[in-house]
């Protein structure tokens, strides 16, 4: 499994768009990058996966550069409840090492008023 | 469908005890994991299964047994409980060729 660099914590505002960016300089071809959300006393929740180019769904955008060493999660107009750790996991679906999800340490996102 | 679920939601264990702790998924998924997580961390994996009757040992094995006689059933067993065991305990349910995980609601555990 790639292993993935994060900031290991974050502040923004209210109505702020927030950029979470991952590096993982050692992706491999069949990997795909995929991001979590953990709020507290929760467990994790996916929140989107992609692999190469831009993801988007109802929560959040994934954006991947051609070279796919790195890759950011882009969060529209944050609100209070978007404060939570965000995961960002690198890994090959399709072989047997894709059976072990190793979560690192993630970034802690505090949104303020 | 109820998800994943877990119990005990809460449990406090004396040094030396052993307790099993109970994750059922009703997704018919494949893969099942544990994972536990000490205040302020990250996750780490202790054990995983790929299948019925198959399981494996992730990051922290040690001082944990799993088995896997169901697709649905997948319990954690602290054979000899230590202080160094108090943590969140999260189970997880995948299908094959995604890693998009459900998670239970964990069982918080602490060993005195």
């Known amino acids: 499994l790639a292993k993935t660099t994060q900031p290991i914590s974050m502040d923004s505002y209210e109505g702020q768009e927030v950029n979470i960016t991952c590096s993982h300089n050692?992706?491999?071809?069949?990997?795909?990058i995929t991001w979590y959300q953990q709020f507290p006393s929760q467990g994790p929740r996916f929140i989107i996966q992609g692999y190469k180019t831009k993801v988007t769904n109802e929560v959040a955008s994934l954006f991947i550069p051609a070279d796919r060493k790195s890759s950011t999660l882009s969060l529209p107009r944050v609100s209070l409840s978007d404060t939570a750790v965000y995961y960002c996991?690198?890994?090959?679906?399709?072989?047997?090492?894709?059976?072990?999800?190793?979560f690192g340490s993630g970034t802690r996102l505090s949104i303020r008023p | 469908n109820a998800g994943v679920t877990q119990t005990p939601k809460f449990q406090v264990l004396k040094t030396g005890q052993s307790m099993t702790l109970q994750c059922a998924q009703d997704m018919n998924h494949e893969y099942m994991s544990w994972y536990r997580q000490d205040p302020g961390m990250g996750l780490r994996l202790i054990h995983y299964s790929v299948g019925a009757g198959i399981t494996d040992q992730g990051e922290v094995p040690n001082g944990y047994n799993v088995s896997r006689s169901t697709t649905e059933d997948f319990p954690l067993r602290l054979l000899s409980a230590a202080p160094s065991q108090t943590s969140v305990y999260f189970c997880a349910s995948r299908r094959d060729s995604t890693y998009e995980q459900y998670f239970g609601p964990g069982t918080r555990l602490t060993v005195t």
């Open positions: 996991l690198v890994g090959d679906l399709f072989y047997s090492s894709a059976s072990k999800i190793i």
């Open positions: 050692n992706i491999a071809t069949n990997d795909y």
